[in-house]
Each structure stands twice: as structure tokens, then as C-alpha cells.
């Protein structure tokens, strides 16, 4: 790998396939074992003091942390993720890193070994002048961003930070705000008959479909009571619904999933109180994320700002949320745009790829 070259480099990392395992992944080897592999090298050359910790079984976070010429320094942390979305129904290559009009094209090009590949570029490029910057510079390659953000909750674990910067593709524009998510599974169950004599049984379906029009007429209003500045209200959609096995049975099971999202300040588990109090008779399940807001006054985000990154918003979730959690400020940025991630031809413009090299190169150069 060649860190010097962005392009050459991000096309070196999407040709290690490094797709999550959850779901259908597309590929028969999923997982971030080979691409921390290859990273822990490159990084080691940069003379990083790089370590493999993992994650979950097989998959890694690498972390590495670059020399400083003093203790105590406050610590930044560029932490792009390792894990791809599945390539199922992709129309490219995925793995192919073919650049052709001006873009570079597969799996993870913007989201977000394109916004990785800018960072190490820049870390290459200020090897010389980073032990005596201002902060100790730090680096992270994180498992399971795509689903449970495995790698960013073991790392805000066992290490503190003083500024994080997620990699994702926000336009070269500072997100130090965003929605957080609710996933809720609602289930229904009631008793199979023969669709004849449905008064006999219990129709699974119908209790679903209740409970959900009593969340529309209830629950949605009142997520629309408060607004954010930034983000707006919270949001709520029904994603999936399944139930029964035949035409002529009564259905005696319904599953539906629920996509929330919420704006900082808003109280999730009053939401779940909400959801379980008006759908009555059907059980709720629920997993998270967090939301993002980290304090646009925070000198290094007014630092992002002077240097050209103008703090914004922004709808969906990222491992940012999690460093704040654990009140560490945190933002996400990088090259590329959110409209390319999960595409079925992901790309990103080489233009947005060097421009992307060039900031952070700027950032770690105004640390001096």
C-alpha cells in the first residue's frame, strides 16, 4: 500500500473485502479480520505502536497511536470504520477499485475507506511533524460500525480521548450533530384455525395491524412536539411487517419492525413507555443508537470550521454518538457523500478523495 497516494491507496483497501457478517453479508469470507491485518502493517510503518484488540470473534479494531515527543499532550482520535455494508444486488464490481471518470468505484469508496484513506494519507504525509504537534495523535480502524457499532463501544471503553473525528462521507462538512436511532420489533401472537371459522381463532395479523394505527394516532404526534434546531423532530416509520403461513389459515403470529429516529435530548426509553402503553397486546423489543451533539463552540470544532469544515447536521447515526456517550467530544467528517453510501455503485470522485487528503493534512498542520 502506498500511503501517499490516496487513490492508489483507497483502491488498495476496497479490494480487502471487509463486509459485515450480520444479515446476507454477499461474500463468503465477511468480516474486518484482513483489512486490520493490512493496516497494522501500513500503520507500523508509518511508526505507529499498533495493536489488533478484538472485537468480537475474528473481528478486530486496529489501534495505533503515533509518537509524541512529550506526555500528557490532550489525545485526537481519526477513526474511520473497517466494516462494509452486505454487496448483494451491487451492479459493480464491488471489489474492483477501478477508477474511470474521475471517480473511484466499489464497495466502501465513500462509505468509508474512502474517508480512511484520506486520513492515512495525511497521517503519511506529516510522519515527521506529528510527534511535535500539539496533540497526541491517534488512529482507529473500528469493527461493526453497520450494526451494533461493536468496535467504537470497546474502544470508548478502554481508552480516553480528548477529540474524536469519525470517518464518514459528509461533504468535508463537520457533523457534530446528528439523530439518533430506535429499532423496535413488535410481535404478535394469537391461534391458528382453519380460515372458514375465523371467529374460532385469533388473528395475529389484526392485533398487529391495530397496534400499529394506535402508534401512528398517538406515538408520531408526539414525536413531532419537539423540534431540534438542526435536526428537526424525531421521525418514526414502520419498516417490515410479516405474519402468517397460507391464505386459509388464521395467523396465530405477526412481526413488524419499527425505524425511529431521535433528536438529542429526547428520552428513549419514555418513547418504548409510549410504544408499549398504546400497543397493547403485542410485545416490544428494542435496540439503539445514540444521538450526536457535541458543542460547536469546542475550540477544535471551530478549529474544523476556520479551516473550511462549517459545522452542519445530519439525519442518520454514526460512531461519533458513541465517543459522546461517554462525554468525549466527537464529530464525524470526511470526503465524499452520504448519497453514494450502500449504493448498489458506490463510488467516490478522486477530486473529493485528494480534496479529502489535503484537509486533514491541513488539520494536523494547524496543530503545530
Not at 507500523?44 to 505502536?49: D, F, K, Y
Not at 459528509?170 to 457533523?175: A, E, G
Not at 409510549?274 to 450526536?292: D, F, M
Request: aromatic fraction near 4%.
Amino acid at each position: 500500500m502506498n500511503p501517499h497516494n490516496p487513490v492508489s491507496l483507497l483502491q488498495d483497501l476496497i479490494r480487502i473485502p471487509s463486509v459485515n457478517p450480520e444479515g446476507d453479508p454477499g461474500v463468503s469470507d465477511p468480516g474486518e479480520a484482513r483489512i486490520a491485518v493490512a493496516l497494522e502493517k501500513l500503520l507500523r510503518e508509518l511508526g505507529a505502536e499498533v495493536s489488533l484488540r478484538e472485537v468480537l470473534p475474528g473481528r478486530p479494531n486496529v489501534v495505533a497511536r503515533f509518537p509524541s515527543n512529550r506526555e500528557g499532550k490532550p489525545r485526537l482520535l481519526l477513526a474511520p470504520h473497517l466494516d462494509t455494508v452486505s454487496v448483494v444486488g451491487m451492479t459493480i464490481d464491488p471489489f474492483s477499485g477501478e477508477v474511470r471518470e474521475g471517480k473511484v468505484w466499489g464497495r466502501g469508496a465513500s462509505d468509508t475507506k474512502g474517508p480512511m484513506a484520506s486520513m492515512l494519507t495525511a497521517l503519511a504525509r506529516m510522519r515527521e511533524e506529528i510527534p511535535t504537534l500539539s496533540h497526541e495523535v491517534w488512529f482507529a480502524g473500528l469493527a461493526g460500525e453497520e450494526s451494533g457499532q461493536h468496535g467504537a463501544k470497546a474502544l470508548a471503553s478502554e481508552e480516553s480521548f480528548d477529540f474524536v473525528i469519525a470517518g464518514e462521507p459528509t461533504d468535508l462538512k463537520t457533523v457534530h450533530a446528528h439523530k439518533g436511532s430506535l429499532w423496535v420489533t413488535l410481535t404478535a401472537h394469537g391461534k391458528a384455525v382453519h380460515a372458514s371459522a375465523p371467529d374460532r381463532g385469533e388473528n395475529a395479523i389484526y392485533k398487529m395491524t391495530s397496534a400499529i394505527e394506535r402508534i401512528r394516532e398517538y406515538v408520531i404526534p408526539e414525536l413531532s412536539k419537539t423540534e431540534h434546531p438542526l435536526l428537526g423532530h424525531s421521525t418514526l416509520s414502520v419498516g417490515t411487517i410479516r405474519g402468517g403461513s397460507k391464505t386459509n389459515i388464521v395467523p396465530d403470529h405477526c412481526e413488524a419492525t419499527l425505524d425511529i429516529r431521535i433528536i438529542p435530548g429526547a428520552d428513549p426509553l419514555q418513547i418504548i413507555n409510549l410504544i408499549e402503553n398504546v400497543a397493547q397486546g403485542v410485545k416490544v423489543e428494542h435496540q439503539g443508537s445514540a444521538p450526536l451533539f457535541t458543542d460547536p463552540t469546542h475550540p477544535l470544532v471551530a478549529k474544523l470550521s476556520a479551516l473550511g469544515a462549517s459545522p452542519v447536521g445530519a439525519p442518520w447515526f454514526c460512531d461519533a454518538a458513541v465517543f459522546a456517550a461517554k462525554e468525549i467530544p466527537a464529530v464525524a467528517l470526511g470526503p465524499g457523500s452520504i448519497a453514494q453510501a450502500h449504493t448498489a455503485d458506490e463510488f467516490i470522485s478522486v477530486a473529493d478523495l485528494e480534496a479529502g487528503a489535503d484537509f486533514f493534512t491541513k488539520l494536523l498542520r494547524s496543530l503545530a
